[in-house]
Every structure is written in structure tokens, then in C-alpha cells.
């Protein structure tokens, strides 16, 4: 039933910022968490931010300081603001969305490219 559409991701520079965005096709209600993942050729998945309903936030050591995750509710979209970009930061990264409540349900974006390279 829900859509997660990624968008925002690139090539940068070293150093550099990108602002990715993950749009959600309809209202997002109940205890749930959203966040993004990355992937990196060779490695697992791993979280790198999430969200709660009610707005706690928590981060992956290795970009606290760099990334803020934020959310619209307007305009039911989270987004992930990468600043001070490194090399190591290169993966698709993925929007998921996991309800606990009312149901137990997760959904996951296509992913969208980011690649740090000069």
C-alpha cells in the first residue's frame, strides 16, 4: 500500500553536502520509525539514521556530526542532509519505513546512488 521514492543522491566532491529525499505515497499514522540505509559494495546493510513518530532521532557513530535526519509531515517526506561528505560515505542508500503500530509492516525505497569521489 505504501510507496517510499528516494531522490537527491549523486556525485560530490569530498567535503561536499547532498540532501536526499524520500517521499512517502500516502499518510503515515500509529508508532512507526523511519529512516535510511546504506549499502556498500561488499558490505552488509546498515542504518544510518532513523526517526520516530515521535520525533527521536538516532545516528550511526560513523556520521554523527555530519547527517541530520529531519522529517515533513506536511508533505509526509523524511530527509537526510549529508554534510562533510568522505569517500567511505559512497553506497545506495535506502528510505524504510517500519510500522509496529497499527500493524507490524515494513517497506523499503529502490534506493538512490550517492558517490564521493574528486
Known amino acids: 500500500q505504501v510507496q517510499l521514492v528516494e531522490s537527491g543522491g549523486g556525485l560530490v566532491q569530498p567535503g561536499g553536502s547532498l540532501r536526499l529525499s524520500c517521499a512517502a505515497s500516502?499518510?503515515?499514522?500509529?508508532?512507526?520509525?523511519m529512516g535510511w540505509y546504506r549499502q556498500a559494495p561488499g558490505n552488509e546493510r546498515e542504518l544510518v539514521a532513523g526517526?520516530?513518530?515521535?520525533?527521536?532521532?538516532n545516528y550511526a557513530d560513523s556520521v554523527k556530526g555530519r547527517f541530520t535526519i529531519s522529517k515533513d509531515n506536511a508533505k509526509n517526506t523524511i530527509y537526510l542532509q549529508m554534510n562533510s561528505l568522505k569517500p567511505e560515505d559512497t553506497a545506495v542508500y535506502y528510505c524504510n519505513l517500519r510500522l509496529t503500530q497499527p500493524q507490524r509492516v515494513a517497506y523499503w525505497g529502490q534506493g538512490t546512488q550517492v558517490t564521493v569521489s574528486s
Open positions: 526517526i520516530t513518530n515521535g520525533g527521536i532521532i
Open positions: 500516502g499518510i503515515i499514522f500509529g508508532v512507526y520509525t
